[in-house]
T-cell receptor, first 112, second 113 residues
Framework: AQKVTQAQTEISVVEKEDVTLDCVYE???????LFWYKQPPSGELVFLIR??????QNEISGRYSWNFQKSTSSFNFTITASQVVDSAVYFC?????????FGAGTRLTVKP | EADIYQTPRYLVIGTGKKITLECSQT?????MYWYQQDPGMELHLIHY???????EKGDLSSESTVSRIRTEHFPLTLESARPSHTSQYLC????????????FGNGTRLTVT
């Protein structure tokens, strides 16, 4: 069955710390897509990144980086030198031939 | 910039009332979705559509209905609102099916008294 697990419910860090948000997924499909979304306090969900199951290259975009490892079924998200504006709920999602399923989200609080 | 619009932004309504939450997108996306979310919590898929005249039920036990008469419009109707319907409702659209990122609206925060 398709499943996305974000084991960290809440994380609190101090500004400039690095933080990693974990995402573990389950699917029977060999072709699938993984996503990260950000939901700031304003409430709108914003798409951050998509990876397909055949592309295990890590990606870096500014202070954000993503580590996709099929061997451990994980797609972790790291924020380097966190800022207060990074405070939000972050959702990992899995899309395969059957469904698009979201994890329960990780609430990140970055304190000044 | 918002290409997917939800109205109203906030709604307070009494038990038993019929309500329709509006969602429109200007991107020409075939796929549209409704999610229910308590603020900052897990998203639950309640309805989705592959295109005009297509509607499907999601995971959450549906006490609501949707219609898709036009590509750009995907309204959600609650025939008889109950306090358990108090939540945030998010509309989204995408180009592809499950391989495309979703574009979300700002949501409708519904309170049923």
């Amino acid at each position: 069955a398709q499943k996305v697990t974000q084991a960290q419910t809440e994380i609190s860090v101090v500004e400039k710390e690095d933080v990693t948000l974990d995402c573990v997924y389950e699917t029977r499909d060999t072709t699938y897509y993984l996503f990260w979304y950000k939901q700031p306090p304003s409430g709108e969900l914003v798409f951050l990144i998509r990876r397909n199951s055949f592309d295990e290259q890590n990606e870096i975009s500014g202070r954000y980086s993503w580590n996709f490892q099929k061997s451990t079924s994980s797609f972790n998200f790291t924020i380097t030198a966190s800022q207060v504006v990074d405070s939000a709920v972050y959702f990992c999602a899995l899309g395969d031939n059957n469904d698009m399923r979201f994890g329960a989200g990780t609430r990140l609080t970055v304190k000044p | 910039e918002a290409d997917i619009y939800q109205t109203p932004r906030y709604l307070v309504i009494g038990t038993g009332k019929k309500i329709t939450l509006e969602c429109s997108q200007t991107m020409g996306h075939d796929k549209m979705y409704w999610y229910q979310q308590d603020p900052g919590m897990e998203l639950h898929l309640i309805h989705y559509s592959y295109g005009v005249n297509s509607t499907e039920k999601g995971d959450l036990s549906s006490e609501s209905t949707v219609s898709r008469i036009r590509t750009e419009h995907f309204p959600l109707t609650l025939e008889s609102a109950r306090p358990s319907h108090t939540s945030q409702y998010l509309c989204a659209s995408s180009v592809g099916v499950w391989n495309s990122p979703l574009h979300f609206g700002n949501g409708t925060r519904l309170t049923v008294t």
